[in-house]
């Protein structure tokens, strides 16, 4: 555990077998004591690694950054603090996605909880005992959108994270989840029947929600649409989501 300001940081760091050098490093920043626990072994997928993460965690908090992700701010206590403390089980940060030359600031946007993704996981944190409680990422059903189905289900087991706007990390375009709004389509719609009681909870509460909800749904079949052209599909060949039968329920 590495001294941060008031913080004890550990650095837990999951590698999937790379065959770069990157093993070897690490076994390096583990014996100069920049890295506390590492692996390297096969994995299967981006949230396998990261369920083995919340395993190898001695920590409260947890917060997870992917390669080539960077931190912005000096001090994470800001974020860390509530949650420790025992005010918060969450909290979300804003983070700077870079495309090229260009920088867009993505705030954390919980009025579209169970839509998508409410806030990048390079901005979100939440206690330990909290990824273990609801099982951590669901690894075996998602392969682009575990992080946001994890986040709903926080949201639903303890409400409103702490927020703070300062930007915490920075992304760059163009990696694994950049298009999985086309290429993982059914995951999106997968997640919505799965939260789609709650979905409609909060569309009776929320009219702005309920309006926010048939915008998404919309551009999603759009989306399937063109998802159906390019892989050569029959349309008869494709169930039709749950969420859209649905749908025409809400109020």
């Given at each position: ?28 920043y583990h014996a100069a004591g920049y890295v506390e ?215």
């Open positions: 555990h590495k001294r941060l300001y008031s913080l004890s940081i550990e650095h837990v760091i999951v590698d999937g077998a790379s065959t770069d050098g990157t093993p070897e490093l690490l076994k390096e626990v590492f692996v390297s072994e096969p994995d299967a997928g981006i949230y396998d690694g990261m369920n083995k993460g919340i395993r190898m965690a001695t920590g409260k908090v947890l917060y997870f950054l992917n390669a080539g992700d960077v931190l912005t701010c000096e001090s994470l206590e800001k974020w860390v603090a509530p949650i420790a403390q025992g005010r918060y089980m969450t909290a979300a940060a804003a983070v700077l996605r870079v495309s090229g030359d260009s920088q867009v600031l993505e705030v954390p946007a919980f009025e579209y909880v169970y839509l998508g993704t409410p806030v990048c996981h390079q901005g979100y944190f939440a206690a330990a005992s909290l990824y273990r409680e609801l099982g951590g990422y669901d690894s075996a059903t998602y392969r682009c959108l575990a992080d946001a189905d994890f986040i709903n289900r926080a949201f639903a087991a303890t409400g409103v994270p702490y927020e703070n706007p300062l930007p915490v990390s920075v992304y760059a375009d163009g990696g694994f989840s950049a298009d999985c709004g086309y290429r993982f389509l059914p995951e999106y719609f997968e997640m919505r029947n799965r939260h789609w009681e709650l979905v409609l909870k909060r569309c009776r509460e929320d009219a702005h929600y309920a309006e926010l909800i048939s915008f998404a749904l919309l551009e999603h079949c759009s989306y399937l649409v063109s998802w159906v052209a390019e892989f050569g599909l029959e349309k008869s060949n494709i169930e039709l989501p749950e969420s859209i039968i649905v749908f025409q329920s809400v109020p």
